[in-house]
């Protein structure tokens, strides 16, 4: 049984695996949707969410676009 | 069609919030023949899907412009314009930030600020002001690619309330002048382009309409009529009905 | 330093309760682009009756124009119903002999998580008034673990200092609800007999501690049938165009219920019956299109989807208003009876029914904002 981490998202509590990176966070959260992601308040390049492995107590926001404004 | 930053486009522009049904959205998308339509940035319930909106609106051909509409201050609205950026991979912005939740007027402060680092950091800033035509000029000065004053406030649909301001805004700009805001008919659209607009912005009277089609079909053509007119040169309404005046017949004596 | 009860001294409500109007002055309130509160009267008059298709139509294109078809849905969550006040309206009244229970940490998770089961997203917490058991170290201890679980919070608990509010607020709570009950004194006196509930000016002049602590929403309200609901529904709007005044970036809410049968409870000696009721939230819609409406689950299932599409946009669904009520303790006596049970999920698919979109989480945007 793999390690569990608490994270932020969007502000709610989540437990993930040890060593899971943004594009995994993405694709278990917000599956086949277009998302800007900030960590700990720094914009996350899409190129770099591979790389970018969470740590517990990381703040995530998750963006996508909606109508209105 | 107008330019902003060397990009043709219609100049009815589109906003997408408050219609009853992403597809009465996309339907009025269509009918309204624009080549632009306004989006906001909101925050992913986890695990929800959510609506695809930037695929069919691709798909019709349309550029996505994303807002800032949330931002209450220059430093949020940077944040959401980064996001944005890297969320569409484009560089453009509708800056807006609109604290005052009664009447939800610009700021003026906070968007002067947020314009001027938005442009250094590369993006191209279309933002959202009040019918100020010093603020306009400050907006140009600070690189902004267009100039935003509302024709009323959001929502309101009551037309061109400031026409003495936004002539002289459309008299000292030297960048697109899109009306946005409050246009509640396509006679407000119409005259906004008789008036010298480069374009305009309309949301709330298309998608709140009986019919949103109909509404956008009409916003279309009366933004062609308002060209019309521009182009045709219509004579301003005179004060008094003569069959000539004294001047006119003394200058035909003279030539 | 200036606050609405000031204000409020300062209004003639004699001349407000005996104004008259005629068609005229409906007319006028009818066609205005921005309402005073002498059209706003003038709406809630005898003389707007007959208008009453007129009124209900502009009521419909303004909330549409402000908010398209979008409706916000969010539920109670009774924190405890120990009561310091008497208050004989109210079923959770001190003098009530009911079984009285505070929440313990457990049970307020094990409740958070049924109501998040139903679907909810937006949470009101409630709570009785006690200083001691129910007061700021309550709060402190107990907002921390709903935060992570809900995107908004809600709070409508006694009237606290300005501090508190600023503390609050950093907890994380984004609207405090404080209703009025009635602007009137001598009403406010009969009804509330013992217990701080009876200051009147401490609560009236809560909003503005809430506002100066800047938080984003406030929510207003009066409670119909505990007297001359004219008089209270234009004294409410004063209060409103005042802190709008004084807050300018703060957002508002209205909710207007109705004096419902409780254990112990009074009957109403100034009924409001359903025609009056449209006519009221009708007026309030005229009066500022910019803020929520609420019509909580006293109110019947079919008078809800009547006024959901044409002037409510924010609603409770598949309420309990006794604490422990969604599962630690169902069978607890419950602050009101409800009328719409409908469940939550029910209530969202009734809304799409309608032709309007369930809200289940509005983030307000807070970019970057915790």
């Not at chain 3, 800047?214 to 409670?223: E, F, N, P, Q």
């Not at chain 3, 009066?287 to 109110?299: G, H, K, M, V, Y």
Request: net charge neutral.
């Amino acid at each position: 049984m793999s390690e569990k981490i608490d994270i932020y998202l969007n502000g709610d509590r989540l437990q993930v695996a040890a060593g899971l990176d943004l594009q995994q966070l993405q694709q278990q959260f917000a599956t086949d949707q277009q998302v800007a992601i900030a960590l700990n308040t720094e914009i996350m390049p899409r190129r770099c969410w591979p790389e970018r492995v969470l740590q517990a107590r990381d703040q995530v926001l998750m963006f996508n676009l909606v109508a209105g404004g | 069609m107008f330019t902003i930053a060397e990009t043709p486009l219609p100049r009815l522009l589109l906003g997408s919030g408050k219609f009853a049904s992403p597809q009465l959205m996309l339907d009025a998308v269509r009918a309204s023949g624009t080549g632009l339509v306004t989006v906001a940035l909101k925050r992913i319930k986890p695990g929800q899907p959510s609506l695809d909106l930037i695929s069919p609106l691709q798909q019709a051909g349309v550029k996505i412009l994303p807002n800032t509409s949330g931002a209450v201050d220059a430093k949020e609205a940077i944040f959401a314009a980064e996001l944005a950026r890297e969320l569409l991979q484009t560089n453009w912005v509708k800056l807006e930030i609109h604290p005052d939740a009664r009447f939800l007027m610009p700021d003026p402060e906070q968007t002067l600020i947020a314009a001027r680092q938005l442009v250094k950091l590369g993006f191209v800033v279309l933002p959202y002001c009040s019918a100020d035509p010093m603020l306009c000029l400050r907006l140009q000065e600070a690189g902004c690619a267009a100039v935003m004053p509302l024709g009323s406030a959001i929502g309101s649909n009551q037309g061109l309330q400031n026409k003495a301001m936004l002539e002289i805004i459309i008299e000292q700009a030297r960048v697109p002048v899109i009306i946005d805001a409050g246009l509640g008919q396509p006679s407000h659209a119409c005259a906004a382009l008789e008036m010298g607009a480069a374009a305009v912005l309309v949301n709330t009277a298309i998608a709140t309409a009986a019919d949103p089609v109909q509404a956008a079909t009409g916003f279309r053509l009366a933004v062609e009529a308002g060209m019309a007119a521009r182009a045709a040169r219509c004579a301003p309404p005179s004060l008094h009905a003569n069959a000539s005046s004294p001047i006119d017949s003394l200058l035909t004596f003279l030539s | 330093m200036r606050s609405f009860s000031h204000v409020l001294a300062q209004t003639d409500w004699v001349a407000l309760q005996l104004a008259t109007f005629d068609t005229a002055a409906v007319e006028r309130a009818l066609t205005a682009s921005t309402l005073s509160l002498t059209d706003f009267q003038a709406l809630l008059s005898p003389a707007a009756l007959p208008r009453l298709p007129q009124l209900l139509e502009k009521a419909r294109l303004l909330t549409t124009q402000q908010f398209g078809a979008a409706r916000q849905l969010f539920a109670p969550l009774y924190l405890s119903n120990l009561c310091a006040n008497e208050c004989t309206y109210c079923g959770f009244s001190m003098s009530q002999a009911i079984k009285r229970r505070v929440l313990t940490d457990s049970e307020l998770i094990e409740e958070a998580h049924a109501v998040k089961a139903l679907g909810h997203d937006q949470l009101l917490l409630v709570a009785g008034e006690h200083e001691r058991k129910v007061g700021m170290a309550y709060f402190r201890q107990q907002i921390p673990l709903l935060k992570p679980l809900f995107s908004r919070l809600m709070l409508e608990v006694q009237p606290l200092a300005s501090n508190d509010y600023r503390e609050l607020k950093q907890l994380g709570i984004d609207t405090v609800l404080v209703y009025q009950e009635t602007y009137q004194a001598q009403a406010y006196a009969k009804y509330h007999l013992k217990g701080k509930k009876m200051d009147m000016i401490w609560r009236l002049d809560c909003p503005d501690r809430i506002g100066a602590a800047g938080v984003d929403k406030i929510g207003l309200g009066i409670l119909l049938g505990l007297a001359d609901w004219r008089l209270d529904a234009v004294l409410l709007a004063t209060h409103l165009r005042y802190l709008q005044q004084q807050f300018p970036y703060c957002q508002f809410s209205i909710a207007l219920p109705r004096l419902r049968p409780c254990s112990g409870g009074i009957e109403s000696s100034f009924p409001v019956s359903d025609r009056e009721l449209v006519q009221l939230y009708c007026a309030f819609r005229l009066l500022a299109p910019e803020i929520d409406l609420t019509l909580s689950t006293r109110e019947s299932s079919q008078l809800r989807d009547l006024l959901l599409p044409l002037m409510i946009t924010s609603l409770s669904a598949g309420s309990k208003t006794q604490p422990g009520g969604y599962q630690v303790a169902p069978q607890s006596l419950q602050q009101f009876s409800i009328d719409d049970d409908r469940s939550a999920k029910l209530m969202a698919q009734r809304l799409t029914e309608l032709g309007l979109q369930p809200v289940w989480t509005n983030w307000h945007p807070a970019f970057g904002r915790g």
